[in-house]
């Protein structure tokens, strides 16, 4: 090899290595989950969705639509029976004569807003529990893992079902702190879904407390809250949020579930659940009043699914993307 081939051959290869660029976690993160399509299309119709229960009074008013509860006897037909899609009504009327469109929308914040708050309680309870069982073992972890172990045994929907009903009174529960409605729905979904997140952070945390990283905090002289929380809590981000994300649509059918039983979120407050619930008696000349909340039910549950699957996928270190 001559002298200019090799110092041919040696700039090039200081060219290429100089155009390697390290990415942090988050860089990787983001250009896992910018290749997979399907997430972020149901991340967009998730974003939608947002801003449309955010921004249905406005939707409402550009359309002429009524408010959700606003009932219309003249919507209804001669013989007193719902009608069905017109131009006054895009999704067509309830028995009521409530506009189904509107009441859709008021069921799409209200899904969300016991789905989130529900979602975040039950995440840091049993963040917060599962670390400190983890790390602390003994009496702590075998406390915490019990009282898991006792709530697992019940069928979640039956343990929901008698957590709502007894809160459902015109007093609520734990002296009147838990009100009947969203309140109670929101506690009963937190209730039971801790104890999930406290498995998952308990496993992983048991693995992390042994790592060469936290040893090496221990040894120059850091707190146990210290580490818990500036160590093993960061390393517990991606988990959660996968978690996270996966439990969201759970919750959401929970809440339906519930309302469809009658102990959910209680009337005239619209939601999905109980809007199928009406629906039931009605279905073979109305279709379109079970149609549009089982429609918006189903593809809300299947984005966040769909969103999951790619966050954990994307926060994957062995991925291939």
């Known amino acids: 090899m001559s002298v200019e081939t090799f110092e041919a051959a040696e700039t090039g290869g200081l060219t290429s290595e100089s155009a390697v660029q390290a990415r942090t976690p988050w860089q990787l993160f983001w250009r896992r989950l910018r290749g997979d399509r399907v997430a972020l299309a149901a991340l967009a119709f998730i974003v939608l969705l947002v801003l449309v229960a955010l921004l249905q009074a406005p939707i409402r ?11 219309n006897p003249a919507a209804l037909d001669v013989f007193g029976t719902p009608t069905g899609p017109s131009a006054e009504h895009p999704f067509g009327v309830d028995t009521l004569g409530r506009d189904v469109f509107s009441r859709v929308l008021a069921g799409a914040a209200v899904s969300l807003q016991v789905a989130l708050i529900s979602t975040g309680i039950a995440v840091a309870v049993g963040t917060l529990l599962g670390m400190l069982a983890a790390f602390y073992g003994g009496w702590v972890d075998t406390t915490f893992s019990r009282m898991a172990d006792v709530l697992l045994a019940f069928p979640v929907l039956l343990l929901a079902l008698g957590i709502a009903a007894a809160c459902s009174g015109a007093e609520g529960c ?42 090496a905090s221990r040894s120059l002289g850091a707190s146990n809250r210290r580490i818990i929380f500036r160590e093993i809590l960061p390393n517990l981000v991606a988990p959660i949020i996968v978690y996270a994300s996966l439990l969201i649509p759970q919750n959401i059918l929970l809440e339906a579930a ?35 909340p089982g429609t ?26």
Not at 262 to 284: C, E, K, L, Y
Request: charged share 10%; no cysteine; hydrophobic share 55%.
């Open 174 to 215: 734990a002296g009147g702190l838990i009100q009947p409605g969203i309140g109670t729905v929101v506690f009963t979904i937190a209730f039971i879904n801790w104890v999930f997140v406290f498995r998952i952070i308990r496993g992983q945390t048991l693995s992390l407390r042994e790592k060469e990283y936290v040893e």
């Open 296 to 321: 918006a039910l189903l593809l809300t549950v299947l984005a966040f699914n769909l969103v999951g699957d790619g966050l954990q996928d994307a926060l994957n270190p062995r991925s291939d993307r």
């Open 258 to 292: 519930l309302s469809f039983l009658g102990v959910g979120v209680q009337p005239p407050q619209a939601s999905w659940g109980a809007m199928i619930a009406d629906a039931v008696t009605v279905f073979d000349t109305a279709w379109w009043f079970m149609f549009f």
């Open 61 to 71: 008013s550009l359309l002429g639509l009524p408010g959700p509860n606003v009932q």
